[in-house]
């Protein structure tokens, strides 16, 4: 039977891609500058025309906007910073699905004067950030901004067998992965006009979406709910228990702290960890002793720590639990955009 090219084009051609002249079109050729991409058989139509096409078994898709002023400040961040974060935040949702990264549409919205080096830079930090984990920049818009500037991501992967939120069952286990709070003690310390520890900053400037951490758990079958924390722990628990139906029971002596957010109040450094978002750490439920065989691996494969922070139990809702099963509220919620949260 003969094939229709149209509807089976043949994979993407690592060309350098021919646009139009004019302004627009040499920015953007400018995001694309740079070594031709690798030919991939997940991306069959790359940037330069109106749709990318790819290809897979299960696309997942998400979409995250980083807005100047609400998302990232200029006097805190280099472009390349604001790009990399903006990207990492919406890749952050794959790793939360377990899904392969496939690429990223970027929609830039840029004043006039940034319509040049400072954009160039922002796609750039964008771009490093999606081939860190193994994607592909697939294309996007360009439009004119009277201010803010306005970084809108999408992302698509591949989730044959994607993790869900809605597997948690009482009597499972509570897991988090890497440090807690280190995003949100620099963002304290910006505030404050200090300059924030290292470690700190790093995390708030460069955070690592745990794409590959969360395929290798789910290759293993061990999450059975799974969420990135973007908005602080409490909040993220929060909707593994809604949609599981269960209880999240936090011991806080267990919950791992970032050095950097760590203070002799340790309520002031539990607010940190549970509310002040943007770690992009994953959090799980595993049946009990299902992480075990696997905890030092995954250590030595990551270097990222793996850390049992708590358990679901009946009802619902957050709480913090002591040895003897007592609970009582967290008193922490989460960042939200329109109220309600932990700033």
């Known amino acids: 039977m003969r094939t229709d090219p149209s509807i089976h084009p043949r994979p993407h051609d690592p060309a350098p891609v021919r646009l ?3 302004g627009e079109f040499d920015l953007i050729r400018r995001f694309l500058a740079g070594p031709a991409p690798a030919e991939r058989p997940d991306v069959r139509v790359g940037p330069g025309d109106d749709c990318a096409v790819v290809a897979g078994d299960g696309i997942a898709l998400s979409t995250d ?3 100047e002023g609400v998302h990232f400040r200029r006097d805190w961040l280099a472009a390349e910073e604001i790009g990399w974060r903006a990207a990492a935040a919406a890749l952050s949702d794959l790793a939360a699905v377990a899904a392969r990264p496939i690429g990223i549409l970027v ?3 840029a004043p006039p004067d940034d319509a040049g080096d400072y954009a160039a830079r922002v796609m750039a930090g964008c771009r490093e950030a999606v081939e860190s984990v193994g994607g592909a920049l697939l294309g996007g818009d360009l439009t004119r901004s009277p201010g803010p500037l306005v970084i809108d991501v999408t992302v698509v992967g591949e989730a044959p067998r994607p993790a869900l939120r809605s597997g948690a069952r009482p009597g499972q286990e509570l897991w988090v992965t890497g440090e807690l709070g280190g995003s949100a003690a620099a963002v304290e310390a910006l505030l404050a006009g200090r300059e924030p520890n290292p470690a700190a900053r790093e995390r708030f400037a ?6 590959r951490e969360a395929q ?3 290759a293993r079958n061990i999450p059975t709910a799974l969420v990135d924390l973007s908005d602080g722990l409490a909040g993220d628990a ?3 228990s809604a949609a599981s139906g269960v209880a999240m029971l936090l011991a806080p002596e267990l919950i791992p702290i970032h050095p950097a957010a760590r203070e002799r109040s340790k309520v002031r450094s539990l607010r940190r960890a549970l509310g002040g978002g ?3 750490e994953l959090c799980f439920a595993a049946a009990v002793g299902a992480v075990g065989p696997f905890h030092t691996a995954f250590e030595q494969a990551f270097q990222v720590r793996l850390s049992c922070v708590g358990r679901a139990g009946g009802g619902d809702g957050v709480w913090f639990v002591d040895a003897e099963g007592h609970r009582r509220p967290t008193g922490i919620v989460g960042w939200q955009h329109f109220g309600g949260g932990t700033p």
């Open 278 to 280: 943007e770690d992009y």
């Open 65 to 67: 906007m980083s807005v």
């Open 238 to 240: 929060a909707h593994l």
């Open 20 to 22: 139009a002249p004019g």
């Open 107 to 109: 929609s830039l919205a």
């Open 206 to 211: 460069r955070p690592r979406p745990r794409v």
């Open 216 to 218: 290798w758990l789910h």
